[in-house]
């Protein structure tokens, strides 16, 4: 490790060329998906033995040669196994992006549960409608309305967790090979949804202001001269998962004044935005166009992401479409959860918590930051971001994220390698660090580790070269408890 104090440089996410991922692997079939990623069985028998094979299943999976299609997108990656490690206790993670929960008066959060059960166990314990419980939508178009979002609770659908929207989202409008614009890096869950459905996604590049209306518009440019219909653009606009960046005011009707005129529609997604550090919150995209912008938000960071509550906020006809696909996929959204959050709603202090939740998440911030700035070799830059949970961290030129982990994990740090937020798996120069769990003087400790491991990668580099670039064509899904 050098002890010299650096500046630090601000990452600025590379433009890129718009990969297609997960839909033309998806197109091409199970023969596209690389070795690596296949299930170890399924590697084995060559041509007509290989289909055999399948047809029979095998020991590990009798039933591997049975699943559509769309199943062989969903592969779970190679570090999944290292996070189940990461969870140890002596290890500092800096890789899930969980809430800081154990902040919520927990005994007072009990006491009003054991109360629900008590006075309206009836209809917390039954069976709801598949839109959501009317008096929790009309306390979420109070909160949206914080971003300027001008909502009636009937524009609101409730879901189980804002994943669920997305999932909903994706099975209602997109068909195999479709293309989705989505930044590059994007969300993880996000990009996971969109395989599932074997979306084709395109990214956009961003930089330290969010999404960059130039790229945008370049993009849908080349995909209309090619002849590709955009299904829509899916973006996090506050506090980015997980580049950390916002996109900037200035930008705002840019983005929404292109995508309307390509007749784009827009998923803004937003469990950030009131995890904001110095600032009020932004206006929402929504708040300027109700027809063109569908709205995703959650209570996973606000409140507990335990009860899985999530909302879309969408145009009358896509909502109703959302709730003919909750109905199917679920039959209704939990009522114990929706009526937990709404009586959390009337009867907490929860604009007080959220305060607590800014003020902690931003001494962890300044922790994370005043350590990377203390000890990052040289060569490194990362993101500053403003609120929310992440730090986008950019690797000295030959290191790779991917192939460092197993090392990280063993000098007992873990963060997630930057290849699980593009959907071809480009990105491991990346990775992304949250700061929301552990405490100040155990992010402290975690950063000092990482920066030995990657001085000890530096010096191996400078030894041996670099191991080139890494190339698993997938959506790397890390796996539970790394949202
Ligand atoms: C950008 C983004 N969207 C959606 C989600 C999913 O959140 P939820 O817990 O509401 O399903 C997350 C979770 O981390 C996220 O970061």
Same mark, same amino acid.
């Given at each position: 490790m050098s002890g010299t104090r650096r500046q630090p440089e601000r990452s600025t996410p590379q433009r890129r060329t718009p990969a297609r991922g997960a839909s033309r692997r998806a197109a091409a079939g199970a023969a596209a998906v690389p070795e690596a990623a296949r299930p170890a069985d399924e590697t084995a028998p060559p041509g007509n033995a290989r289909q055999a094979h399948q047809q029979r299943g095998s020991r590990l999976d009798p039933h591997v040669g049975r699943y559509a299609e769309r199943a062989h997108g969903m592969v779970a990656s190679e570090i999944r196994a290292l996070f189940a490690v990461a969870a140890r206790p002596e290890i500092v993670s800096l890789a899930g992006g969980s809430p800081y929960v154990t902040a919520l008066p927990l005994d007072v959060v009990g006491d009003m549960i054991g109360q629900l059960v008590t006075d309206r166990g009836s209809t917390a314990l039954q069976y709801c409608t598949a839109d959501g419980d009317p008096g929790l939508r009309e306390k979420i178009c109070e909160i949206m309305a914080l971003e300027g979002v001008r909502a009636h609770p009937d524009d609101v659908i409730v879901t189980v967790g804002s994943q669920q929207a997305l999932d909903l989202l994706t099975r209602i409008f997109v068909d195999p090979g479709d293309v989705i614009l989505a930044e590059a890096p994007s969300y993880v869950g996000a990009l996971g949804a969109f395989a599932a459905y074997q979306a084709d996604v395109v990214h956009v590049a961003m930089d330290d202001d969010g999404l960059i209306p130039e790229a945008l518009e370049e993009t849908i440019g080349k995909l209309a001269a090619a002849g590709r219909a955009i299904k829509f653009l899916y973006t996090v606009p506050n506090f980015h998962n997980p580049a950390g960046v916002t996109l900037a005011s200035s930008r705002r009707p840019r983005i929404l004044e292109i995508c309307q005129r390509a007749g784009v529609l827009v998923i803004e997604d937003n469990p950030y935005g009131l995890l904001g550090f110095d600032r009020e919150p932004m206006r929402a995209l929504r708040a300027d166009d109700c027809d063109g912008v569908i709205y995703l938000g959650s209570f %996973?960071?606000?409140?507990? %992401?335990?009860?899985r509550v999530g909302w879309a906020a969408a145009p009358p006809a896509v909502r109703d479409k959302l709730v003919l696909a909750a109905e199917s996929a679920v039959l209704c959204h939990p009522s114990f959860s929706q009526l937990a959050v709404r009586e959390y709603l009337s009867t907490q202090p929860w604009r007080e918590q959220i305060k607590t939740f800014r003020e902690l998440y931003r001494e962890r911030r300044d922790a994370m930051l005043s350590s990377l700035e203390a000890l990052m070799p040289p060569g490194c830059r990362w993101t500053r971001p403003a609120g929310g949970f992440y730090v986008w961290l950019k690797v000295p030129d030959g290191l790779d994220t991917k192939a460092m982990l197993p090392r990280a994990v063993s000098s007992r740090v873990a963060y997630v390698p930057g290849t699980g937020f593009y959907a071809d798996g480009s990105g491991a120069e990346y990775m992304r660090l949250a700061y929301c769990l552990p405490p100040p003087d155990r992010i402290r400790e975690g950063i000092r580790r990482l920066a030995g491991v990657m001085e000890a990668e530096i010096e191996l580099r400078d030894t041996f070269g670099s191991g080139g670039t890494h190339d698993n064509m997938g959506v790397d899904t890390p796996g539970p408890g790394t949202p």
């Open positions: %996973s960071k606000t409140f507990a %992401s335990g009860v």
